[in-house]
């Protein structure tokens, strides 16, 4: 047994050279025990994984810890693949502190909201909420219905002249959101964002005239507003005050910070010095572009840096209740580029889509494709200023309230034209009525055909041709295809409503394909089921008052429990595909008759089903022969080996 040199006085008869297993053990008293203390990657070291202590002792005060760019998720080695997303070379190095630095800030000061240097809620305290304690949601929710009640914002900020932001808002931005707004180079997010800054910033400190005061309306609230604060790591306060004064934008309240500093932006903007309000709205351009202390010495952009970045804005936000937006730069896929984990963390994504080209270059769509407070569905379109007016200077982005009227504005209401369809589409809680375009030419060679789509899912389009092809008869065999969306508008796989634009699509491209006209006073609104049904869309009401309102006199949908006619509008219902075919188009599809070829390869089909069937049958009894079949061994040798 192992003995210590403290207590081999505890017996007088001790002998080293005592080999017998009789002695007694010592008292110990356990009473002033204490376990050895045990380092842990436990959940806090996932999601802040470059605040904690690594793993054993060192004079070095950092570390490596390989992170997966994909997924987030972190080892202490580095490997090829990911085992958490499976995905390929995506595992990278990264440095991180071993502990925390005496003096160092390791959290800004909103972060514990009790002050006293105990343990607080990671997300700190809401105005008038302790987030250390268990509260009802019963007395939550009666506070919030109490307007008088001033621990809590009821309201939310509206922009004033931009109802296109509030609705794809959900009504306005909450307090303490944190939104995150992507797009490619140049397709104008500082320039919107830098608008909404303007909006609010007026709010703040009204509208002045030549030898006029504040408005009637805006002397009780221009108190209530807080200063704007844009801050950006991109361009210096110069070149922001250019853009500014071509957008017409001159307010004092709206405060400029040209910084990257993270941890000194989230210190400014929670404790307000020189006497000023509380901002009522914060703007940060870019995420990528800034550098946090708790990022380690990785740099700006990278997964660590905009991670903890990320985070550390969404404390400030949900601590002082101020609500931020984050320009996020994307990837060639159109992705925000940075961890996935960022749009987890926020609350709101929204992209800015459109496309440059053509005569509808000057629209952009603002889509939402994730939103706690509202529908993930709603888009708001914008259209780039060519020449200013009273509300909005030359080079901003107006809001265009009526799009359908702007999507159709080239279309012709008279004349029959082929291959142009009118679908009744549904962006959110908004019926629109988008002119889908098809092409189909013969190829030639040994091409197969192509398929070339805009606007549309490529994957929904080949399903319909699938349909056409076997239900209707309507071969595109070595065609060349081509399908687009006018306008730019997104009909494909990242809306909800994207299977409403199936009829349209099928009556868009037969119509190119057999050189029959489409009425031109006829909308479309169904999806297409694989066995050539026509299925219902949602919302189907909505649509029929926006093709009412556009001057549609006939509607060619599902049936269903509809009325043959609403507001004057012809409702004509049909259960196949061949249906619907027959009632958009000018003159009915010819019925193919089956030619001298199809009829033998159909005898040949036939033949080659019966000999399989044989085949089957002779296979059946072969083996039930075998199984019936009793194997007899006469010897005792074991030199037998299989028939073959």
């Not at 070379?89 to 800004?108: C, I, K, M, W």
């Not at 009666?142 to 009821?154: E, G, T």
């Not at 619907?580 to 033998?600: D, E, F, M, S, Y």
Request: some cysteine; proline content about 3%.
């Amino acid at each position: 047994m192992f003995a210590f040199e403290d207590d081999r006085n505890y017996d007088e008869s001790f002998d080293e050279n005592d080999t017998d297993d009789d002695d007694v053990p010592p008292e110990v008293d356990v009473s002033s025990f204490s376990p050895p203390k045990v380092h842990s990657f436990g959940l806090k070291s996932r999601s802040s994984p470059n605040q904690r202590k690594a793993l054993g002792k060192g004079a070095k005060d950092r570390a490596s810890v390989f992170v997966c760019t994909n997924c987030s998720a972190e080892f202490v080695k580095w490997i090829g693949k990911c085992p958490t997303c499976g995905e390929w070379n995506t595992v990278q190095e990264f440095s991180v502190r071993r502990s925390a630095v005496e003096g160092s800030r390791t959290r800004p000061i909103f972060a514990n909201s009790a002050g006293n240097g105990s343990r607080g809620a990671w997300l700190g305290s809401s105005a008038g909420v302790d987030s250390n304690q268990l509260l009802p949601l019963s007395e939550l929710v009666k506070s919030h219905k109490n307007r008088n009640d001033n621990r809590v914002f009821h309201e939310r900020l509206k922009i004033p002249d931009n109802e296109e932001f509030n609705n794809v808002l959900g009504g306005g931005i909450m307090p303490g959101s944190l939104t995150l707004i992507g797009g490619e180079p140049g397709i104008g997010k500082s320039t919107l964002l830098l608008q909404v800054a303007g909006s609010v910033a007026s709010m703040s400190c009204g509208r002045r005239g030549i030898g006029m005061g504040l408005h009637e309306d805006e002397r009780d609230n221009s108190d209530q507003f807080g200063p704007v604060i844009y801050v950006s790591a991109e361009e210096n306060e110069w070149q922001i005050a250019s853009r500014a004064a071509r957008l017409g934008i001159d307010f004092s309240s709206l405060l400029l910070l040209c910084m990257s500093d993270a941890d000194s932006i989230a210190e400014i903007i929670s404790n307000p010095t020189g006497g000023k309000a509380v901002p009522s709205l914060v703007i940060i351009d870019s995420i990528q572009t800034m550098l946090c202390e708790s990022g380690g010495t990785s740099l700006a952009g990278g997964v660590t840096q905009v991670k903890e970045t990320v985070g550390l804005f969404m404390r400030v936000a949900k601590s002082t209740s101020i609500p931020i937006f984050l320009v996020g730069h994307v990837t060639k896929s159109g992705d925000v580029a940075g961890p996935r984990t960022v749009e987890h963390m926020v609350d709101c994504v929204l992209y800015l889509e459109g496309d440059r080209t053509g005569s509808y270059g000057n629209l952009r769509v603002l889509r939402a494709t994730k939103n706690r407070f509202g529908s993930s569905d709603e888009v708001g379109v914008y259209e780039m200023s060519q020449r200013g007016n009273s509300n909005f200077s030359e080079g901003s982005l107006v809001p265009v309230s009526d799009p359908s009227s702007l999507f159709l504005a080239t279309r012709s209401d008279t004349l029959d034209q082929e291959g142009c369809a009118v679908c009744l589409a549904l962006e959110g809680s908004r019926p629109i009525t988008a002119e889908i375009q098809g092409l189909v030419t013969t190829c030639y060679g040994d091409q197969r055909g192509s398929r070339t789509v805009n606007g549309v899912s490529g994957s929904r389009l080949r399903l319909i041709i699938a349909v056409l092809q076997k239900r209707c008869g309507i071969s595109f065999t070595r065609k060349d295809i081509f399908l687009n969306v006018v306008g730019g508008l997104k009909l494909d796989n990242y809306s909800s409503d994207s299977s409403s634009s199936d009829l349209s699509i099928a009556i868009a491209i037969v119509s190119s394909l057999l050189g029959i006209a489409v009425r031109s006073d006829t909308a479309f609104a169904a999806e297409v089921g694989l066995v050539g049904e026509l299925r219902p869309v949602h919302s189907i009401e909505k649509r029929i008052l926006e093709a009412q309102r556009m001057g549609f006199s006939r509607i060619v949908t599902f049936r269903g429990k509809l009325k043959s006619s609403v507001r004057g509008i012809e409702i004509v219902q049909c259960n196949d595909l061949r249906n619907a075919l027959n009632a958009g188009l000018v003159a009915n599809i010819p019925i193919r008759k089956k030619t001298k070829r199809v009829i033998q390869s159909n005898q040949i089909e036939k033949e080659t089903l019966r000999k399989m069937k044989h085949r089957r049958g002779r296979n059946r009894i072969f083996e039930e022969l075998d199984e019936s079949m009793e194997v007899i061994d006469d010897d005792e040798e074991d030199d037998d080996f299989p028939y073959i």
